[in-house]
């Protein structure tokens, strides 16, 4: 079994950390007006040449910032898109003391465009700061986000009369010259940050889905198309991969239910480079949708979870591997956490040290299985 020279590589992760106190405190200050913008940024830079130097150490080649400039994965990224308005999600108390983030509003209030560039200063202060032979890998939302929270009724009807095709057409436009900006930069290495293809394996969801006009086993091929209109326009040499998450907010989940619904749409259909899927427990079922991968495709088991402390046993994950390998071929496959350890700025309900276990774990399993240095 071969090491991959590029990514995603054997032991990868799906990108967020821990925010460091004093990076919240900053951001608290921040948001008081008590400190500039500009010494946001400057703290900001500290924590981030801090946790570049924290995954190098523990061994990883992909490294992103940790997510460290961001409050939540998606709406900080999407209300820089010309066109797009969204709210600051609220978070609701549920009846066994835990906390939900309910999900924010988005909306499409004009033509979608790309107005600025996004990523990209954030992208060349992150790969300053990766030494030589690493990957810096940038995370964005899926443009799916743009329909699946609103649906038809969330996109305005004055600008876009028919979905199909402008809308689609000119989200791809926007994530598209996204992509050619951080190309340019420097950037190889892209993962779209997907909640709604793994929602659409959920019966609840499939079922709002229903009662806001949508018909739940057509929309994973739609979505398919979608992303396909976006990766058209990927730059030759860069690397598009998708993560898959069923929620994950303060040791939380959304959504449960079999890859079943979606796989032939996200794995056949889909024409990006590779899938992050969470696999971390039962709530994702067994390892038979992955039988729709293609021979051209890299499939990143998420197989350890970020939500709980406690260390997976190295034997357990790789009986799991070989579980799944009887679906998808062992040089198809690789391994890292379920999500991120902070997909939002407060952060999961775990520790910094079991943080940095558990991805210590999946490079020594990963190094173990397919002989990865």
Not at 61 to 85: A, C, N, P
Request: proline residues 6%.
């Amino acid at each position: 079994m071969t090491a991959r020279t590029t990514p995603p590589f054997r032991a990868d992760h799906v990108g967020s950390f821990l925010r460091p106190r004093y990076l919240l405190e900053a951001r608290d200050q921040a948001a008081k007006g008590q400190i500039t913008p500009a010494q946001l940024r400057a703290v900001e830079d500290k924590a981030i040449t801090e946790i570049v130097k924290f995954q190098e150490d523990v061994g990883l080649k992909s490294i992103t910032d940790g997510e460290f400039r961001r409050t939540y994965f998606h709406i900080d990224f999407l209300q820089q898109l010309g066109g797009v308005k969204t709210d600051i999600p609220v978070t609701v108390r549920k009846p066994d003391g835990t906390e939900e983030l309910a999900p924010p509003v988005i909306r499409v209030v004009d033509k979608v465009r790309h107005v600025r560039d996004i990523q990209r200063a954030d992208f060349e202060y992150l790969k300053s700061q990766v030494s030589p032979g690493r990957t810096p890998k940038v995370t964005i939302p899926s443009p799916t986000m743009l329909h699946f929270r609103g649906g038809r009724a969330g996109i305005s009807r004055e600008h876009y009369p028919e979905l199909e095709p402008d809308f689609y057409e000119d989200v791809a436009r926007a994530y598209g010259d996204e992509l050619r900006s951080l190309h340019e930069a420097g950037c190889r290495y892209v993962q779209l940050d997907d909640t709604n293809l793994a929602y659409l394996c959920d019966d609840k969801m499939r079922e709002a889905a229903r009662q806001r006009g949508d018909d739940p086993d057509e929309l994973p091929h739609r979505y398919a198309k979608f992303i396909n209109r976006v990766a058209a326009h990927k730059p030759a040499g860069m690397t598009l991969a998708i993560h898959l998450c069923r929620g994950n907010f303060k040791s939380t989940w959304a959504a449960q239910g079999s890859y079943e619904p979606v796989a032939q749409a996200l794995l056949s259909e889909m024409d990006v480079d590779a899938y992050f899927l969470e696999y971390d427990d039962a709530r994702s079922g067994d390892f038979k949708p992955l039988r729709f991968l293609p021979k051209n495709k890299i499939v990143v088991l998420g197989l350890v979870t970020t939500k709980l402390g406690e260390l997976e046993k190295k034997d357990d994950l790789k009986r799991r591997i070989e579980d799944a390998a009887r679906y998808a071929p062992l040089d198809q496959l690789c391994l890292s956490p379920q999500c991120g350890f902070s997909s939002t700025v407060h952060g999961n309900v775990i520790q910094v040290e079991a943080q940095r276990a558990k991805l210590a774990l999946v490079i020594e399993t990963a190094r173990e299985v397919w002989g990865d240095a």
